[in-house]
């Protein structure tokens, strides 16, 4: 099974997420009404997710919640796992990376970076 | 394999996660410096994720990762997956998840909530 990666639960308890380190980005479009950016935002951060030490990824939009503390202002959000810190910085600096920033930075008008990694 | 979730990837492509609601949540405490509150927010944390409808989740501190896109601010990240908007709807209203407001609520000053879904 090379290539699988299997998460195994049990019915008391839910399935913890170890050894992960989450980057999770919230884009906002400078043309914020513009689908076509939109679209190549998304189709930008689906050619970015090739980047070999990128573990699972997930490419979203606001759900349709709307209670006082939740920020549905962004237009795209990308969360990414990886291994580790060491993972992540390389991902900064692969020409994958490079190249996405090159091809769509001129989308957005405001990013909002969490890194975050295990509690001990 | 009852009670066992398998995610196949092969390798070109990274795994993306498909059918999958994500609540993020991003705690400030009240007391900031305070490692007792931490561990009590941490420790209701883990109660809470015996909710049955939570697939997966993640409890976090900020990276050491530090560019200026990148918020550092908050103490705790409280990341969870669901199958939908449904699951997540019914979570909110959970008893697990109405104790752990009551119980810990007291602790932090600030919250943001992102809930993203898939874009299609």
Redesign the interface.
Known sequence: MS???????????????KN???H?V?FWLKNKDSKDDLNKL?AGLRKL???KT????????????N?D????S?A??W?VFFDN?TD??SYQTDPVHLKFVEECSSLWTK?????????S
Chains 1, 2 share one sequence.
């Open positions: 290539g699988t990666l299997i998460l195994a639960a049990n019915n008391t308890k839910q399935m913890e997420l992960t380190f989450v999770h919230y998304i997710s090739a980047v990128i573990k699972q990824f997930h490419i979203g939009k606001p759900a349709d919640t209670r503390v939740i920020d549905t962004y795209v959000s969360l810190g992540q910085a990013v909002i970076v969490y890194d975050t990694v295990n509690v």
